[in-house]
């Protein structure tokens, strides 16, 4: 934990700086990850964005044909600094300024990328990160806010921290306060970005609560009502998002900075990949959410005044992420990952539309030859799930019930279409054969894949980190098989 002493002078200078109040009209925009096993043409993204009059994108990254795609777009951008970087940014003033001249100045030039934030890290002070990043945060934000003036962008583009919800506790939203050893540096933080203007960005996932507790109410979690308010003085809280909300605001008030503005950077609901993420649920979530927020509603704290901003999770499903977390992971998308909207959700501009100019591979599918011995097929089923994903395959999957040879099937197309329908790929030892008959059983999608975005930024390389996620999740395949 970095200590107030390292920085007498800027925090006695910062800690003058009374609270900010900042209101403006919400807005609703996306995350935009790119851990998918099939992406589409950055271009395509940005004018996925433009149809839906998505005017407000969050990056964990600043890959940069992302970033050249939304160029000249208007949309406004948060780009990321992951947390393996605050070290050396900490470190180095000549580090923060080679970042901010690569993946920042050159992209902020007439007809360039609107770059609003930087995010100086995402989540750094997760519980289950132990406090390893957590003394680089503040010194890594001084470097860079000292490049970014060096640059002439300081007065264009904020610094901000994406906190997890975990970062705050209490039973109940008045009582709320920061976890006690995070105390110090949360202080240091948000006077830092109270005095540049920044806002506070945390993450909120009531889908995470629901399912983390069996005693958690489900009508709780969503925004339709509930018989289970929770009542906090004259207060009285008929939904989690707003019970989360306030906790974080009480934490601030205790700090001295109860006004300053919230932009929440994640919330939303998956579709697959448990017993509660299903598309009807994502729907009402999703759609109750943006309502609640765009209907200027607020919360019992902040009455009338809703968040700064709110970014779904996700705008599309990333087949390469963990799932340690859990199947659910990779099915947070409103959109699949071929850009075709998964259920009807009006983001305050009308329903979602669905990506245009889609070049998808050959309408072919491979599956499990029906005339083969398949005693031998538990090792090809293994391989194929350790590269393609079938996490919707297990318990509460929208493809659980499709029986043993549907599984095997499903897991045979998913390695061919990451393949990208390499004729080798539907071999398995005879075991595989292609078929022009789409697959599909009711719910369950056996996907056909896209076209390579190009040469250099799309597939998925199955690297050591991605290696030991894929071998974590093969002791539980063989109850597919039986």
């Not at 589409?40 to 990254?61: R, Y």
């Not at 932009?263 to 009807?280: C, Q």
């Not at 983001?347 to 889609?358: C, F, R, T």
Request: aromatic share 10%.
């Amino acid at each position: 934990m970095a200590s107030c002493t390292l920085f007498p002078t800027i925090l006695a200078f910062l800690l003058c700086s009374s609270a900010v109040v900042v209101v403006v009209e919400s807005g609703i925009g996306v995350n935009w990850g790119t851990l998918s096993l099939h992406r589409l043409s950055p271009e395509t993204v940005v004018n996925l964005l433009k149809d839906n009059k998505i005017s407000k994108v969050k990056l964990f990254d600043t890959d940069p044909y992302s970033l050249k795609a939304l160029m000249g777009s208007g949309i406004e951008v948060m780009v990321g600094i992951p947390n393996d970087m605050l070290s050396a940014l900490s470190s180095s003033s000549a580090a923060s300024d080679l970042w901010v001249s690569q993946n920042v100045s050159r992209y902020m030039v007439k007809g360039g990328v609107n770059i609003k934030y930087v995010a100086v890290g995402n989540e750094p002070f997760l519980t289950s990160y132990s406090g390893q990043y957590q003394s680089y945060v503040v010194p890594a934000m001084m470097n860079i806010q000292q490049s970014l003036a060096k640059a002439n962008l300081a007065g264009m583009i904020k610094l901000v921290v994406p906190c997890n919800a975990d970062a705050y506790e209490s039973s109940l939203p008045s009582q709320g306060a920061f976890r006690p050893e995070l105390t110090q540096i949360m202080t240091q933080l948000v006077t830092f970005l109270n005095s540049n203007g920044s806002p506070f960005i945390v993450n909120i996932y009531p889908f995470l609560s629901l399912i983390g507790s069996s005693d958690f109410p489900q009508d709780y979690a969503f925004f339709g009502g509930t018989t289970h308010s929770v009542m906090d003085g004259p207060n009285v809280y008929s939904n989690a998002f707003d019970g989360n909300f306030d906790t974080l605001v009480a934490a601030l008030g205790k700090l001295g900075f109860g006004q300053m503005p919230i932009v929440v950077g994640e919330v939303g609901w998956p579709t697959d990949g448990a017993l509660s993420a299903n598309l009807s649920a994502a729907k009402a979530f999703n759609q109750g959410l943006v309502n609640h927020v765009l209907g200027n509603k607020g919360t019992p704290l902040r009455p009338g005044v809703p968040p700064m901003d709110v970014y779904l999770f996700s705008l599309f499903d990333e087949g390469a992420k963990s799932v340690l977390p859990g199947n659910f992971e990779r099915h947070w998308g409103i959109f699949s990952f071929d850009g075709q909207a998964k259920y009807s959700l009006n983001l305050g501009n009308g329903l979602l539309k669905n990506a245009k100019d889609v070049q998808y591979l050959p309408s072919r599918w491979c599956v499990v030859n029906p005339s083969q011995d398949l005693s031998g097929v538990t090792d090809h089923f293994k391989i194929a799930c350790s590269y393609a994903d079938c996490t919707t395959l297990n318990y509460g999957g929208s493809c659980n019930g499709i029986g043993a040879k549907g599984n095997i099937s499903y897991a045979f197309n998913s390695y061919y279409q990451f393949r990208k329908q390499n004729p080798q790929s539907c071999e398995f030892d005879g075991l595989g054969m292609v078929t022009f008959l789409d697959p599909s059983v009711g719910d369950c999608r056996f996907l056909v894949g896209v076209e390579d975005a190009s040469a250099n930024s799309s597939g998925f390389s199955l690297g050591s980190g991605e290696t030991i996620f894929a071998l974590v999740i093969l002791w539980g395949l063989n109850i597919f098989l039986m």
